[in-house]
């Protein structure tokens, strides 16, 4: 092992020298109207969507899909946000990051996984050989939902139609689904992500391999599954290679 990746490792909180196998694991609502021609005006709005909102995405190319999440108003959390967070990184990437929805640095920045989450998965990236600008980083939701909530059925819904086209245009060699909530939407399954992590999967409708892992932001909380995390990285690692 290269002294250079056995500092990342380190880095994320691995013992390198462990080699042994370990088992699978387990808006704010807007406040009332003053007046009751503002809330009608409010109605009227939501029931006319922009052209940004209704246009079929299934053909745009980067420029345009862009400038359609940025102007998206499909569901309330447009409402709310500060900015959407459309994605970043390697247009033409062997891997692609999914995770689940912008969090309030994410919000503020217009960029995925930044701050201390978006730190470690730098790292564990790195661990595999792998810069942040190599690979290619999105969400379930383009939008944060209020208070870090749990994306609703129907916010994923209205937001599917844009990673579904990111995933087209980049054509990865394998997807990373980082959390429950990621892994969960792709593969269209109810199990917890312990159980849907150390196998590879498929994205449905398509070829390409699918590997779940725990979000940065549980492994900063739980250090202890950096170790499972790491089986799946190096998963990851060997899809990607024979890809290429």
Same mark, same amino acid.
């Given at each position: 092992?290269?002294?250079?990746?056995?500092?990342?490792?380190?880095?994320?909180?691995?013992?390198?020298?462990?080699?042994?196998? &370990? +088992?699978?694991?387990? &808006?704010?609502?807007?406040?009332?109207?003053? *007046?009751?021609?503002?809330?009608?005006?409010?109605?009227? *709005?939501?029931?006319? @969507?922009?052209?940004?909102?209704?246009?079929? %995405?299934?053909?745009?190319?980067?420029?345009?899909?862009?400038?359609?999440?940025? +102007?998206?108003?499909?569901?309330?959390?447009?409402?709310?946000?500060?900015?959407?967070?459309? /994605?970043?990184?390697?247009?033409?990437?062997?891997?692609? #990051?999914?995770?689940?929805?912008?969090?309030?640095?994410?919000?503020?920045?217009?960029?995925?996984? %930044? /701050?201390?989450?978006?730190?470690? &998965? !730098?790292?564990?990236?790195? *661990?595999?050989? &792998?810069?942040? /600008?190599?690979?290619?980083?999105?969400?379930?939701?383009?939008?944060?939902?209020?208070? !870090?909530?749990?994306?609703? %059925?129907?916010? #994923?819904?209205?937001?599917? @139609?844009?990673?579904?086209?990111?995933?087209?245009?980049?054509?990865?060699? *394998?997807?990373?689904?980082? /959390?429950?909530?990621?892994?969960?939407?792709?593969?269209?399954?109810?199990?917890?992500?312990?159980?849907?992590?150390?196998?590879?999967?498929?994205?449905?409708?398509? $070829?390409?391999?699918?590997?779940?892992?725990?979000?940065? +932001?549980?492994?900063?909380?739980?250090?202890?599954?950096?170790?499972?995390?790491?089986?799946?990285?190096?998963? %990851?690692?060997?899809?990607?290679?024979? $890809?290429?």
């Amino acid at each position: 092992m290269a002294e250079l990746q056995r500092q990342y490792l380190k880095e994320m909180g691995i013992d390198v020298w462990q080699r042994r196998e &370990l +088992a699978a694991a387990e &808006l704010p609502q807007q406040p009332v109207a003053v *007046a009751q021609a503002s809330e009608s005006a409010a109605i009227i *709005a939501n029931s006319e @969507p922009s052209i940004a909102s209704t246009a079929d %995405v299934s053909t745009m190319e980067w420029g345009t899909l862009q400038r359609a999440v940025s +102007a998206c108003e499909r569901c309330s959390l447009h409402s709310t946000r500060t900015q959407a967070v459309f /994605g970043i990184g390697n247009q033409q990437a062997s891997l692609l #990051v999914v995770g689940e929805a912008p969090g309030g640095d994410e919000d503020r920045q217009g960029e995925p996984f %930044v /701050g201390r989450a978006g730190q470690l &998965l !730098n790292e564990m990236l790195r *661990a595999i050989g &792998l810069k942040r /600008g190599e690979v290619y980083i999105a969400n379930i939701l383009k939008c944060r939902p209020p208070n !870090n909530r749990d994306p609703k %059925v129907d916010e #994923v819904s209205r937001c599917g @139609p844009y990673l579904k086209r990111q995933i087209a245009l980049v054509q990865p060699a *394998a997807v990373l689904a980082v /959390g429950r909530i990621a892994a969960q939407n792709l593969l269209k399954s109810g199990e917890r992500i312990g159980a849907l992590r150390g196998r590879e999967h498929q994205l449905p409708g398509t $070829k390409i391999p699918l590997i779940a892992t725990y979000h940065p +932001a549980y492994l900063l909380r739980s250090p202890i599954e950096k170790r499972k995390a790491w089986q799946d990285l190096q998963q %990851v690692r060997a899809l990607i290679t024979d $890809k290429t």
